[in-house]
């Protein structure tokens, strides 16, 4: 089995503040991704990779970057954090992104972000 | 990925076994239906997945409509640890399709000792 680990595991931030979030898997997949879960709400998702620098935008990317730096990791930056923001991001991986029944993904535990 | 539709809610007793509902009308041909369950302060753990038969693992049974239109999560004597958010997703088999994974709100399910 493997393991996914997002760092920090808690992230308060100043209004306008470039906030950057970590994300490392030990399952040698090949896809990672960045979803964000508001309270109450499905998860979104903001960005994605498919392979080392890879990039591709998902549905919520402005007002983020992101950089698969290599296989294992997978960073999300919020390039100016909105005051009074709240919610928790997700980061999974799966073994690849072409179509299959296999492709099942992994998440992590999230951090959760507060902007005051 | 097409939309699914879930109960907002539902109540179980430990030991009973829980029948968790999923709508998906407008499914397409090739899109599998995935379940995945979250608990708090945890992301999304997979649960099961099929496409047109019924599948069952050490977690749960997965019970396809003939149509496809609907499927339910079928939990059996469910324990205290089985308290989660549920949710029905519909994942592309095409190429890159399948990494634009829809999430709803799910249905909460809560058990009670």
């Known amino acids: 089995g493997g393991i996914i680990t997002q760092t920090p595991k808690f992230l308060i931030g100043q209004e306008g503040q470039k906030l950057t979030l970590k994300c490392q898997q030990n399952?040698?997949?090949?896809?990672m991704y960045w979803y964000r879960q508001d309270s109450g709400k499905g998860l979104r998702l903001i960005y994605y990779s498919i392979t080392e620098n890879d990039l591709q935008k998902g549905d919520l990317s402005e007002g983020y970057d992101a950089s698969r730096e290599k296989k294992s990791s997978f960073s999300l930056t919020v390039t100016s954090a909105q005051k009074n923001e709240m919610a928790v991001f997700l980061c999974?991986?799966?073994?690849?992104?072409?179509?299959?029944?296999?492709?099942?993904?992994?998440f992590g535990a999230g951090t959760r972000l507060s902007v005051l | 990925d097409a939309k699914t539709t879930q109960p907002d809610s539902m109540e179980s007793t430990e030991g009973e076994t829980v029948h968790l509902p999923c709508s998906h009308a407008t499914i397409s041909g090739n899109e599998y239906i995935y379940w995945y369950r979250q608990v708090p302060l945890q992301g999304p753990e997979y649960v099961t997945h099929?496409?047109?038969q019924n599948t069952t693992n050490s977690m749960a049974f997965l019970a396809i409509a003939s149509d496809r239109k609907s499927s339910t999560l079928i939990l059996p004597h469910v324990s205290l640890r089985d308290a989660a958010v549920y949710h029905c997703i519909l994942r592309s088999m095409a190429t890159g399709g399948n990494n634009k994974l829809t999430f709803g709100q799910g249905t909460v399910l809560s058990v009670i000792p």
């Open positions: 999974a991986s799966s073994i690849a992104g072409t179509g299959g029944s296999q492709n099942t993904l992994y």
């Open positions: 099929g496409l047109q």
């Open positions: 399952f040698n997949h090949d896809t």
